[in-house]
């Protein structure tokens, strides 16, 4: 155990290689006790001890080694895999059952809306126009023209520079909020969900709303990013615009 | 014990990176990625919990699912990859255990009761410690084990492994210290 075999090795000022052996309880006694002399007055040994002693206490709770079931990678992702389809499709039927209850809304509106129409005679009314930008600045912007009619607000929205959603990962949803919501007090009505092409556009998005947005004073249009199909508003908003009654 | 180094804080990000391509929708490269660098922990984690090899597999299986699912709630901000991991594999691990194939073995006492939080954390670091023996060299991870598990002193392990006692003794030194980086890289404060 001369001091050149290990400088030599391990560089000068390192400790000697037996520091491991020691903290490891792996020295033959000879070594040993050897060791446990030259420790005494090196400060180097000392600072290594001190430093591997809690690898060693460590070493004492690791896991025994496990080996992973063999194809147990495969399985996984064909899991996932099969997983992301069933999504897709789920989110495809959705997209029909939307598609259906729209026409459904629709015909009823067109009823709704001729029964009225000759009833009153009433022409469509004022409009409203809502330009929306993204609330932390950048390049989605939106607008929407809203139209009173005699079976209510008709709201055309156009939206360009939002990033695409993928299927199954959630979609936009446009709203319309109250000057009185709060986070603890949510005051807002859905007007509709609807994606982006791949080019983060969306025209003349149709939509439809009971709230009489020009008696609203201090209504606003937000958009959303919703993660899922809960009818709640829990994604951020994108996009944000005070409604304002047309010039 | 962590010890947030820059090391970690890189790992931190590109595992996030990993995570926010999973929830654009790409269930390819990224999957397998994180795949490759948990699975073997989840495994141990949930073989631990459900006793049971194939219940793990299958805990396996769906932790990845979810991940898959919930990779658009994951937070950066709030937790690293691994810690939203683990989280999910104990939650399949608990419903795992309620499904009719795992009540027969519960039945057959050869499940364990839900694990209390400072046992899954104990389990947690042994799994990472065991990770981190794994992730060192071979041959020194070798003479490390034959000490440490075998209790073979490096006069031993030399006539072992055919190899000269020097060799022993820098492979051993080398090895511990190796083992405290790559703790280190974990977040252990060794």
Do not use: E, K, N
């Given at each position: 155990m001369s001091e050149s075999h290990w400088s030599d090795e391990l560089g000068p000022g390192a400790a000697h290689p037996d520091a491991a052996g020691w903290v490891l309880g792996a020295l033959s006694p000879a070594d040993a006790e050897e060791f446990a002399r030259h420790l005494q007055t090196c400060l180097p040994c000392q600072d290594a001890v001190r430093d591997l002693q809690p690898v060693r206490a460590l070493m004492e709770g690791a896991a025994p080694p496990v080996d992973l079931p063999p194809g147990l990678q495969a399985r996984t992702l064909r899991a996932v895999e099969a997983a992301a389809a069933e999504d897709a499709l789920r989110r495809r039927r959705r997209g029909w059952l939307r598609a259906l209850a729209a026409v459904a809304a629709a015909m009823l509106v067109l009823v709704a809306g001729g029964v009225t129409w000759t009833l009153s005679g009433r022409q469509s009314g004022p409009t409203v126009t809502i330009a929306m930008s993204a609330p932390g600045g950048g390049p989605a912007t939106g607008r929407a023209v809203g139209q009173d009619t005699p079976h209510g607000w008709s709201v055309q929205l156009s939206v360009s520079g939002l990033p695409p959603i993928p299927e199954g990962q959630g979609h936009y949803e446009c709203w319309y909020v109250a000057?009185?919501?709060?986070?603890?007090h949510p005051h807002a009505v859905s007007a509709g969900s609807f994606e982006v092409q791949s080019d983060g556009s969306a025209s003349d998005v149709r939509m439809w709303t009971v709230v009489d947005l020009q008696q609203q004073k201090g209504t606003r249009m937000i958009v959303t990013r919703e993660?899922?199909?809960?009818?709640?508003?829990?994604g951020p908003v994108v996009l944000t615009g005070p409604v304002q009654a047309a010039a | 014990m962590p010890m947030r180094d820059e090391d970690g804080h890189d790992l931190a990000r590109e595992e996030a990176a990993l995570v926010a391509r999973i929830a654009a929708g790409d269930h390819g490269m990224p999957v397998a990625e994180l795949y490759r660098r948990y699975a073997g922990r989840i495994y141990g984690f949930t073989l631990r919990l459900l006793r049971d090899p194939g219940l793990a597999e299958e805990a396996v299986q769906e932790t990845f699912v979810r991940l898959w699912r919930s990779?658009?709630?994951?937070?950066p901000d709030r937790g690293t990859v691994g810690a939203f991991l683990f989280v999910m594999a104990r939650s399949v691990a608990a419903d795992v255990r309620k499904r009719p194939s795992a009540q027969i073995l519960a039945a057959a006492g050869e499940i364990e009761l839900p694990a209390v939080e400072d046992d899954v954390d104990r389990l947690m670091e042994s799994l990472v410690v065991r990770e981190a023996l794994d992730s060192i060299g071979a041959p020194q991870r070798d003479v490390l084990s034959l000490a440490?598990?075998?209790?073979?002193t490096q006069t031993e392990i030399a006539e072992r492994l055919a190899i000269p006692l020097g060799t022993v003794k820098t492979r051993m030194y080398h090895g511990l210290r190796s083992l405290r980086v790559a703790l280190q890289k974990r977040a252990f404060d060794v």
């Open positions: 000057p009185s919501d709060t986070p603890a993660p899922d199909d809960d009818p709640a508003r829990t | 990779a658009g709630r994951f937070d440490f598990d075998q209790g073979m």
